[in-house]
T-cell receptor, first 106, second 116 residues
């Protein structure tokens, strides 16, 4: 069963922040985050392996709440280059959420 | 890390024909996967390509329609058989270099298939 992402779409102005959520009905032991730009392959952002773990990539960070079976991706002071569709994956079964389309406008 | 290439990058095919997509990795990967992605949609896992044995298919996908081969640790093929317009999609292969949930997944650039 694929994880559930929210929101489906976000539109931001450059410099604004956003949060993308990913939850699962099954127990998670790892969460992956990927970004896919239009017409390109998905690119790995980060993996979270332990409950409560937080990781960062540029001004993009994520948290993993194992008890709540969810993860959140935080995009701080967004840049134009952050635009794309973000997918979370519950890596125990290689399935991805429906994706969150993020658009950053100047 | 691993770099994955796919051939062809795109094709336009006639209904009823078959197309084989090749996936080549520049280094050995432990697991390889095939996905389908409709424009604007998420990635749908088709199957896990197993080296030297039959692929493991997800619900809704069958070997007769999507035969997969993986003769070694760096190469796999996906065939889309007896195509119909509903098969028009982007097909991506991916690989990981470890086992389980703590490994980055690398994706190929995709093959854009249009069936007329």
């Amino acid at each position: 069963q694929q994880p559930v992402q929210s929101p489906q779409a976000v539109i931001l102005r450059e410099g604004e922040d956003a949060v993308i959520n990913c939850s699962s009905s099954k127990a998670l032991y790892s969460v992956h985050w990927y970004r896919q730009k239009h017409g390109e392959a998905p690119v790995f952002l980060m993996i979270l392996l332990k409950g409560g773990e937080q990781k960062g990539h540029e001004k993009i960070s994520a948290s993993f709440n194992e008890k709540k079976q969810q993860s959140s991706l935080y995009l701080t002071a967004s840049q134009l280059s952050y635009s794309g569709t973000y997918f979370c994956g519950a890596n125990n079964d290689m399935r991805f959420g429906a994706g969150t389309r993020l658009t950053v406008k100047p | 890390s691993a770099v994955i290439s796919q051939k062809p990058s795109r094709d336009i095919c006639q209904r009823g024909t078959s197309l084989t997509i090749q996936c080549q990795v520049d280094s050995q990967v432990t697991m390889m996967f095939w996905y389908r992605q409709q424009p604007g949609q998420s990635l749908t896992l088709i199957a896990t390509a197993n080296q030297g044995s039959e692929a493991t298919y997800e619900s809704g996908f069958v070997i007769d329609k999507f035969p997969i081969s993986r003769p070694n640790l760096t190469f796999s093929t996906l065939t889309v058989s007896n195509m119909s317009p509903e098969d028009s999609s982007i097909y991506l292969c991916s690989g990981i270099t470890g086992f389980g949930g703590n490994n980055e997944q690398f994706f190929g650039p995709g093959t854009r298939l249009t069936v007329l």
